[in-house]
């Protein structure tokens, strides 16, 4: 079954350490997307790549990194500098189709001990 | 920048129909789409509006005014799987990036 998926579904993290959420699609999208969703709020975007080994920053991407190497893997990193990074990561893709619909995968949940 | 409104909660009856809105102000959009995410899952999608009108499909409806700047999801014949949040987005941009409202959580009471 083609679809989105995120590991781990949970993680903790000590403060000050850098952690990697993946991502892996097999949809054959071009476009790959990160969004970040806090309690009680929608989804805000970290960063989103339109093809492999190039991205661009989204409106919140100071404290977070990625990478496109490859079409199907598109991994976050939530680096020491995000001052408050507690959230739900949502990975997600889009299609050349006319409403370049977004496919979620499940999500991450991070937590900052 | 874009700025998306949405009312934070809403309560209904089972059976019954609510009506979901969406206020926003933006320099130009692709369209809009609605999205329904239950608790602590990934947004799923319900339905896309780029021309002004009226959607349907099956229980849900979606209408969309540019100049109004105005959205409306339609929810008929509420049962209790529908309560959940629903989120309301424009897609801009050539990526057709989503930006999103901060949802309208609907609870469907007995």
């Known amino acids: 079954d083609g679809g989105i998926t995120q590991s781990p579904k949970y993680l903790f993290r000590k403060e000050g350490q850098n952690v990697t959420l993946s991502c892996e699609q097999n949809l054959n999208h071009d476009a790959m997307y990160w969004y970040r969703q806090d309690p009680g709020q929608g989804l805000r975007l970290i960063y989103y790549?339109?093809?492999?080994?190039?991205?661009q920053k989204g409106d919140i991407a100071e404290g977070y990194s990625v990478s496109r190497e490859k079409k199907e893997s598109f991994p976050l990193t939530v680096t020491s500098a995000q001052k408050n990074p507690t959230a739900f990561y949502l990975c997600a893709s889009s299609g050349t189709g006319f409403t370049g619909e977004l496919f979620f995968g499940e999500g991450s949940r991070l937590t900052v001990l | 920048g874009q700025n998306i409104d949405q009312p934070t909660e809403m309560t209904a009856t089972e059976g019954a129909i609510v009506q979901i809105n969406c206020t926003y102000q933006?320099?130009?959009?692709?369209?809009l789409f609605w999205y329904q995410q239950h608790a602590g899952e990934a947004p799923t999608f319900l339905s896309y509006?780029?021309?002004?009108g009226l959607e349907e499909k099956g229980r849900f409806s979606s209408f969309l005014s540019r100049s109004k700047g105005y959205s409306y999801l339609l929810l008929k014949e509420l049962q209790m799987k529908d309560s959940a949040s629903y989120l309301c987005?424009?897609?801009?941009?050539?990526?057709?990036?989503?930006?999103f409202g901060s949802g309208t959580q609907l609870t469907v009471l007995p």
């Open positions: 933006t320099s130009g959009f692709n369209g």
């Open positions: 987005a424009l897609s801009s941009g050539s990526a057709r990036q989503l930006t």
């Open positions: 790549s339109q093809i492999v080994n190039d991205f």
């Open positions: 509006n780029v021309l002004d």
